[in-house]
């Protein structure tokens, strides 16, 4: 997921520059252009730091110190954008924000990722979850309120809703999205980014409306990449075995036969065609010597536990590293059972296609919900594990230790 923001604080720098021409104030543009170069500067520094750390190059309190030092340097770039004069359009500041909400994003997710393996200090790496929580809370507020006092505004309700998927806040993308489609009526890309926060938002079902929505989206672009992807797997959950094929394999056409993708979507045609119909539901007919399984323990940071409800939902899952959001993998609980140890295998899967044994590569993820629903939102406290090579048959630690901004 770092790296995906990375992704995204380049991607929103690159509009920053596009739409240069339509910036107002040349004071402005000097100020903007200035803090988009700091936030890649940032992000870059950032990376470079996680690797020197695992290069042992650097120790955790180095570490530590630097992305401080980064964060705050960020955070004060953001501080001189609020400052510039309103007379230009209101436009440039809403980018603005959005580019400077990225690298404090960035270093908090560096913050969550190597937290039990640099085993940083738990009561330090609590606050330093909790304060970079708040900032970002403040700095997303101003977004919205720019975004909302410009409705016209695509590119900033783009980046904002690539902001709240980041960041698992699937309703409130999917809520952007639906805007976006009502100014951009034509454009698949759209369409399928609605279709898909919508799907995220209401447990990975992609039948009803995201199906609609994909389904406008090919017949302005048959060969969509995600879009017949998503489809394939709509049309199987409701149990339309044939659409499903067809779309999966107009997705094969021109791929090249020893790419994963493409070995990936044999195996999923293959297992469908010799299938009475498409299953929707938990894989039960698999032997136990064949399920692939791997044991989680997971516990709660001790500084964390007075601000906890016992009864709170617990949700441990996997879900690749590279591919479809779906888990494949789900167990629930109450925070008053941890520490706990729980086994995660394929009978746990949604769809025998989307089970651990389908994807070599996963990640482990544990969350205390605060609202009892699967999806994360701002507040719930969680942990991540790295990525993990399901082949090994690995006993994974999670530890929860951090808040979700």
């Given at each position: 997921m770092i790296f995906m923001l990375l992704t995204l604080a380049i991607?929103?720098?690159s509009v920053i520059f596009l739409l240069k021409p339509?910036?107002?104030s040349k004071e402005n543009q000097t100020a903007v252009e200035r803090n988009a170069?700091?936030?890649e500067s940032a992000a870059t520094r950032l990376a470079e730091l996680k690797q020197d750390f695992e290069n042992g190059l650097i120790d955790k309190k180095q570490l530590q110190?630097?992305?401080?030092e980064i964060e705050t340097a960020a955070l004060e770039d953001l501080r001189n954008v609020t400052s510039l004069e309103t007379q230009g359009k209101k436009f440039n500041k809403a980018i603005a924000f959005i580019v400077a909400l990225a690298v404090p994003i960035f270093s908090f997710l560096v913050y969550q990722q190597l937290g039990s393996e640099a085993a940083f200090d738990s009561q330090l790496q609590t606050d330093e979850s909790a304060i970079a929580s708040h900032e970002i809370e403040k700095m997303l507020a101003a977004v919205e309120k720019e975004v909302l006092e410009n409705p016209d505004d695509v590119e900033g309700r783009v980046a904002l809703a690539q902001v709240y998927v980041e960041m698992e806040r699937y309703t409130d993308a999917a809520t952007v999205y639906r805007e976006?489609?009502?100014?951009?009526?034509?454009?698949p890309d759209?369409?399928?980014n609605y279709a898909e926060a919508l799907a995220r938002s209401h447990g990975n079902r992609l039948t009803g409306k995201p199906t609609e929505l994909l389904n406008q989206a090919l017949n302005l672009e048959p060969k969509h990449g995600r879009a017949l992807w998503l489809a394939g797997f709509a049309e199987q959950q409701a149990d339309n075995k044939d659409a499903a094929l067809t779309h999966w394999r107009n997705l094969m056409t021109g791929m090249e036969e020893d790419s994963d993708v493409y070995k990936h979507l044999s195996e999923l045609i293959s297992e469908l065609e010799n299938s009475?119909?498409?299953?929707v539901t938990v894989v039960t007919n698999e032997s136990s010597d064949d399920k692939q399984s791997i044991q989680v323990k997971v516990s709660l940071l001790p500084e964390l536990q007075s601000k906890i409800d016992p009864d709170t939902t617990m949700f441990i899952y996997a879900r690749a590293s590279e591919g479809p959001p779906m888990p494949l993998a789900v167990h629930k609980g109450l925070a008053k059972d941890l520490?706990?140890?729980v086994t995660l295998d394929d009978s746990m899967a949604m769809m025998p296609q989307m089970s651990l044994s389908k994807f070599p590569q996963i990640v482990v993820g544990a969350r205390l919900s605060s609202n009892g629903q699967p999806q994360g939102q701002s507040g719930d406290y969680e942990g991540f594990s790295e990525v993990i090579e399901i082949s090994n048959n690995p006993i994974v630690d999670i530890l929860i230790n951090s808040v979700k901004p």
């Open positions: 991607a929103v720098i339509l910036l107002s170069v700091n936030v110190n630097y992305q401080l976006l489609n009502k100014l951009r009526p034509d454009e759209v369409l399928v009475e119909s498409a299953p520490p706990i140890t």
